[in-house]
């Protein structure tokens, strides 16, 4: 059985005409919007592959397929294109059913300025000014060492005075306090030539793109050259500027210094997220390090992640290494650089390290989702949520259901949902009842948690850990019928709270619990029990309100839906609307209609 697609033959017309060559395929929904991009080395092969087999066990993909009404490609000249285009394309559309890499945060950079004796500094806005920027860097720790090395070896300015060989000729600056206590040598009064300055740019550029020894031999035969000249206090100078550079390099380096221009990449993938390290290396030592999280959508192959990494962050931080260690071979090439899977040797440490970083990245996640689970109180919460109702999961997600029906006329269901002890109104939904005539609670309730919880399988959504029936034996009953149906029982915990003595009932036991009036589990679930009722018995009222309302203007012929609803708005109510003077209509819908309405409330007796 294929997935469900009132398109699939016009779909598969497509396809039949798909070249057999590398390149990128977008699928657009009914309203023209790109809800998914992939690359393929044969385009016809890779997208047949979603119409032509079951999707059993992906709930996420069924739905995708469902929705496919077009289908675009783009052919290129390599798989590595395809990749790159591919990348690029999810960045731009974010498509809803594509991986997530999550970076909520700015990092900051490290800016050299284009302008005359540059400074240099940190920010977090880059700037299409002719500027340069090195980084971006996940450490602030990592940019203040740096910073505070250039400013220990070269001493850039830090004012924003508009030093202009004309205004530094005609004496407009005078020295600041930075020159006089020893981090500026004063090129805004001539003290320091724009040769010299743009000679230590240089230097600072090299020591950024992690070139420090280049920038150590370069200085060892200047103090060689200065010292063959008696120029001794000079060669000094020098020498303090290597010495304090070998002593940044010595702490900076981890491995061999031979070990120059490679990017590491490690990857751990998890049910519903992956994450990947990266750490690029020059002359032994890190000069960047990002451990990136990726949110999963369809199940994705761990090799297509780790490829969407390498070219992501490759991107990020232009690194242009010719050789990428690797845990294993992605079977897609990068253009310019070779892939090793390295065995032993000081290469295999890398990678070690790069996954170690992985692991204390999982580690520090979980801390996360600990602490969002709450502090002590609400960790106590759903423990003795969970003790007292014997169950077998931490009731992190709970919903409660209800019904609502006066004389059995507008039914309608009402789940709401309680996350780590507290209410999470975005995730309340609403029920109009369907399948049932007349008052049967226990009939809606079935289609209530039926059609719920066969919607957050259908989207592959998180299931709760515990669903509270407000009701007792008949409507628990009639929620086990519908959990049964979808393959649910045992798998979600359920209970029914009766009203009148809080009885907790038990799926096929007939004896219920009685908690402790004072218990925080009682509490808790007559607070679930409550929020549903209220929250259910509005949507009825409101409900009931419109039906009044539209059944009293579908009276007046020749006024439609469009101008009953601009009444609706205009007056609120259908009183006010009766008791409106012909101007007050006329306002609201113009003369002629304004007519038509008075005239019918007035012969109605209404007025």
Same mark, same amino acid.
């Not at 979600?492 to 907790?504: T, Y």
């Not at 309100?545 to 708005?569: C, F, P, R, Y």
């Given at each position: 059985?294929e ?21 990128i ?9 790109? +809800? ?15 119409f ?10 069924? =739905?995708?397929?469902?929705?496919i ?24 559309y974010q498509?809803?059913? %594509? ?10 950079? +490290?800016? =050299? ?10 920010? #977090? ?13 996940t ?5 203040? %060492?740096?910073?505070?090395l ?7 300015? /830090?004012?924003?005075?508009a ?5 530094i000729?005609?004496h ?8 006089? +206590?020893?981090?500026?040598?004063a090129?805004?009064?001539?003290l ?7 000679s ?7 020591i950024?793109?992690?070139?420090l ?26 020498k ?8 940044y390099?010595?702490?900076?380096? /981890?491995? %061999?210094?031979? /070990? ?6 490690? /990857? ?5 997220f992956?994450i990947?390290?990266?750490? #690029?290396i +020059? ?9 990136l ?8 192959d761990?090799?297509d992640?780790?490829?969407t ?22 079977d897609?090439? *990068?253009e ?8 032993m ?8 390290l790069? !996954? ?13 989702i ?6 002590n109180?609400?960790l ?5 949520i969970q ?5 077998? !999961? ?8 209800d019904?609502s029906?006066?004389?059995?006329t507008?039914?309608?269901?009402s789940?709401v949902?309680f996350?780590?002890? &507290? ?10 009842i369907?399948?049932? !005539?007349?008052p ?7 289609e ?5 919880y066969?919607?957050l ?9 515990? *669903? ?6 008949g409507?628990?009953?009639?929620a ?8 649910l029982?045992?798998?979600?915990a ?7 003595l ?5 799926p ?12 925080l589990?009682?509490?808790t679930i ?11 018995i ?5 409900k009931?309100s419109n ?9 007046i012929q ?17 009183a006010?609307?009766k ?13 002629? &209609? ?14």
């Amino acid at each position: 059985m294929e997935v469900a697609n009132k398109n699939i033959d016009h779909l598969k017309e497509l396809v039949k005409v798909l070249p057999d060559k590398p390149g990128i395929y977008q699928y657009f929904d009914k309203n023209g919007t790109i +809800i998914y991009v992939g690359k393929a080395k044969k385009l016809k092969k890779r997208v047949s592959s979603y119409f032509n087999r079951n999707h059993y066990d992906n709930n996420k993909l069924k =739905v995708l397929v469902s929705k496919i009404v077009d289908i675009k490609h783009i052919v290129v000249n390599t798989e590595t294109d395809a990749l790159l285009l591919e990348n690029n394309l999810i960045k731009k559309y974010q498509p809803r059913y %594509n991986i997530l890499l999550k970076d909520d945060k700015t990092y900051p950079w +490290i800016c =050299v300025k284009n302008e005359n004796f540059p400074r240099v500094f940190l920010t #977090r806005r880059k700037e299409n000014d002719g500027s340069q920027y090195f980084g971006p860097y996940t450490s602030i720790g990592m940019i203040r %060492n740096l910073l505070k090395l250039i400013k220990a070896l070269y001493k850039p300015r /830090i004012c924003n005075y508009a030093l202009t060989l004309e205004n530094i000729k005609q004496h407009k600056f005078k020295a600041c306090l930075e020159y006089h +206590i020893g981090n500026c040598l004063a090129p805004c009064i001539g003290l320091q030539s724009l040769e010299d300055y743009n000679s230590a740019v240089q230097h600072i550029k090299s020591i950024l793109k992690g070139n420090l020894t280049e920038v150590i031999d370069y200085l060892e035969n200047e103090m060689n050259i200065l010292a063959s000249e008696l120029k001794y206090e000079q060669a000094k100078l020098v020498k303090d500027q290597i010495e304090i550079l070998k002593n940044y390099q010595s702490k900076s380096t /981890i491995v %061999n210094p031979d /070990i120059t221009n490679v990017d590491v990449f490690s /990857i751990d993938r998890e049910k519903n997220f992956a994450i990947v390290n990266y750490l #690029r290396i +020059i002359h032994g030592a890190i000069i960047q390090a990002h451990t990136l999280e990726i949110d999963t959508q369809l199940d994705e192959d761990i090799n297509d992640l780790l490829l969407t990494a390498i070219v992501e962050l490759r991107e990020r931080y232009n690194s242009m290494s010719r050789e990428i260690i690797v845990p294993f071979q992605p079977d897609i090439e *990068v253009e310019g650089a070779k892939y090793l899977i390295p065995k032993m040797g000081d290469k295999k440490k890398l990678l070690e390290l790069s !996954e170690r970083n992985v692991k204390y990245y999982k580690l520090e996640r979980q801390k996360r989702i600990d602490e969002k689970i709450g502090n002590n109180k609400v960790l106590n919460l759903l423990k003795t949520i969970q003790n007292d109702l014997h169950l077998n !999961e931490l009731p992190k997600q709970i919903e409660c259901f209800d019904n609502s029906n006066i004389q059995g006329t507008n039914p309608v269901g009402s789940c709401v949902v309680f996350i780590n002890g &507290k209410p999470a109104k975005r995730l309340y939904r609403h029920f109009n009842i369907k399948t049932v !005539e007349g008052p049967n609670d226990f009939a809606s309730m079935e289609e209530t948690v039926y059609r719920r919880y066969k919607r957050l399988l259908d989207e592959g959504q998180p299931l709760p850990q515990l *669903v509270v029936v407000d009701g007792g034996k008949g409507q628990l009953s009639a929620a086990m019928k519908s959990l049964e149906k979808l393959n649910l029982r045992g798998k979600i915990a359920i209970i029914g709270i009766a009203k009148k003595l809080e009885e907790i009932y038990f799926p096929d036991d007939s004896v219920p619990i009685y908690l402790d009036k004072n218990s925080l589990s009682l509490k808790t679930i007559q607070q679930l029990r409550d929020e549903a009722h209220r929250f259910g018995i509005t949507f009825h009222r409101q409900k009931r309100s419109n039906s009044m309302i539209h059944s009293e203007l579908d009276n007046i012929q020749g006024i439609g839906v469009k101008n009953a609803k601009k009444l609706i708005e205009g007056f609120s109510t259908v009183a006010k609307i009766k008791t409106a003077s012909i101007n007050e209509l006329e306002s609201v819908l113009g003369k002629s &209609k304004a007519q038509i309405v008075y005239e019918y409330f007035q012969k109605s007796g209404e007025k």
